[in-house]
């Protein structure tokens, strides 16, 4: 067999396509989801990034960027 160096990359590109050809797509997006799981909480952290704005600030927000 011959041996080659691949990095940490090219590895995990050449897993996924091995574990996508083995598995059904249901069960590919099951184990994508099963090792990609958040350990946080997305509440807390939507607050801590965007505080209490509405909708509105939010819109005006992005076309005042959209002005400059």
Known sequence: ???TTHNDEEIRKK?????RRELSR???VRFLQSIYKSKGDYTAERESIIGHLTVEQIVA???A???N
């Open 65 to 67: 960027g959209r002005k």
């Open 61 to 63: 927000d992005i076309e």
């Open 1 to 3: 067999m011959k041996s």
């Open 26 to 28: 249901g069960e590919f």
């Open 15 to 19: 897993a996924f396509m091995i574990l």
